[in-house]
């Protein structure tokens, strides 16, 4: 089993439709989450960090379910400009240096 | 502005044939760190640093090499690159107080 998973989509959803991905993990001990975006043959960029409360950017919305071990990303009102690969990323341990990156789940958003 | 540079960004080259990919940062951050990314497999770390002269292998780092003699510089070798080594590959400075990985545009390498 991997030790972060994607599903790889695509997702392709029209304008304007909201859209969620999970990411599971495996390690029960991990201790910090991220997404990352991807847009193609270009350099992943941090989107949001995931906490414990779960956390919110403009029409962006993270959480994290510890129990069963998984992070979610619901993107409402989809935008053209959306249509990335969505990189799910843990951090296993207290560490800066030790990240685990999911495979990317892609979304296309169509007019 | 920050960031981070790597060059070349477009490499073919042959069996064999020693190359460097470099990587230089300006946020004067400690900690950097190369990956590979292949399809299906995500981004996968190659080797790391905590400081200069401080390395330490990542999760796939044979055939490879770094050096860190110079905080803003982190440059990848292959002393002798294989077709298994073509590869799209990413350098990495990280924000220790927040996280955030801070990546360079990529360096799509073809070993023939």
């Known amino acids: 089993r991997k030790e972060v998973e994607q599903d790889p989509g695509p997702f392709n959803v029209p304008e304007g439709a909201t859209v969620a991905f999970n990411c599971t993990y495996s390690?029960?001990?991990?201790?910090?989450f991220f997404w990352y975006r991807q847009d193609c043959r270009k350099e992943p960029k941090l989107l949001m960090s995931?906490?414990?409360s779960g956390n919110e950017d403009g029409r962006f919305t993270a959480q994290l379910n510890r129990a069963s071990q998984y992070i979610s990303l619901l993107i409402r009102d989809s935008k053209l400009s959306d249509s990335a690969t969505y990189l799910c990323?843990?951090?296993?341990?207290?560490?800066?240096?030790?990240?685990?990156f999911g495979s990317g789940t892609r979304l296309l958003v169509r007019p | 502005e920050a960031q981070v540079t790597q060059n070349p960004r477009y490499l073919i080259t042959v069996t064999g044939k020693k190359l460097t990919v470099t990587c230089s940062q300006n946020?004067?951050?400690?900690?950097m760190s190369w990956y590979r990314q292949d399809p299906g497999l995500g981004l996968r770390q190659i080797y790391y640093?905590?400081?200069?002269?401080?390395?330490d292998k990542g999760d796939v780092p044979e055939g490879y090499k770094v050096s860190r003699k110079e905080k803003r510089n982190f440059p990848l070798i292959l002393e002798s690159p294989s077709p298994n080594q073509t590869s799209l590959y990413f350098c990495?400075?990280?924000?220790?107080?927040?996280?955030?990985?801070?990546f360079g545009e990529g360096s799509r390498l073809t070993v023939l």
């Open positions: 990495a400075s990280t924000a220790v107080d927040t996280g955030e990985l801070f």
């Open positions: 390690n029960s001990a991990s201790q910090s």
């Open positions: 995931v906490y414990s």
């Open positions: 990323v843990v951090n296993p341990v207290d560490s800066s240096y030790k990240l685990i």
């Open positions: 946020m004067n951050h400690e900690y």
């Open positions: 640093s905590m400081n200069v002269e401080v390395t």
